[in-house]
């Protein structure tokens, strides 16, 4: 059997719940630069409550909470910069990143082919780097559905954050630029987690948030990445969603870092 039999079948059992929502790349499209309508607003005065002590302590609460975040955010991007700034075989350092780590790359290569829902097969190509805290990323996507296609391609910049050597997390926010029936400029928003499992093994979840002509459209990715020194290889699930039409599928990818 075929490997694209086999990314059917994982597609297919992966993502039942989304594939009755599926739909073609001409209403993806249409769906995802469809400006959003928002609902109109309530004009008439609200009735005060005398709920002011409840309201103090929800606020300190939320004051408590972002401090926390804070802290953490700053935390993680000094992590980031010592990690890189060090080696293992100093130490002294508790943090250290090798060369080629694939959760902290100053250089990163990512290619996935996709066999998707409704037909749909796709290209997809990362490349990723950066120094320390602060990265940068360019993502192209192209999908196929018989005569038509649908591409999309952003430039990041990226926040990097680590916890330890083994888990980090990007803000990472850019434009982005649209292609189907028509072009369209948006911005982008991206926050990728990765979890080392084993020296060789992590998992990755890389949600994107775009918005193109005033729309929405969000792309979910989860896959486990298998790393040999500098080359490996990927297989994981994705999806492009917009409203209740989406486009979803298995891929295998490579990638080479440094």
Known sequence: MSVHFYLRFLSLVLCIPSIVLANGLDTLEASATKPVTRASQNTQPEKKTAQSNNSDSSNTFIGALAEVTAMMIIAGGENSLAR????????????????GDPLLPMVRLN???????QDTTAHISRLEG???????SHTQSHLYQGDKTL?????LVHYRMSYGNDMSWDFAIGEGLMSGNQDYSGSVFAMPI????????????????????GGAMSEHQLAIHWQKQFFGMSFGVKNWVSDLNEINGAFFGLSASY
Do not use: C, M
């Open 151 to 155: 591409s999309t391609q952003y430039t």
């Open 111 to 117: 290619t996935q082919f996709l066999s998707g829902s």
């Open 194 to 213: 990765r979890i080392r499992y084993s020296p060789s093994i992590h998992f990755e979840y890389y949600p994107v948030w775009s918005s193109y002509n």
């Open 130 to 136: 950066g120094f320390g805290f602060l990265g940068f």
């Open 84 to 99: 890189l700034t060090n080696n293992r075989a100093n130490d002294k350092s508790e943090y250290f990143r090798k060369k």
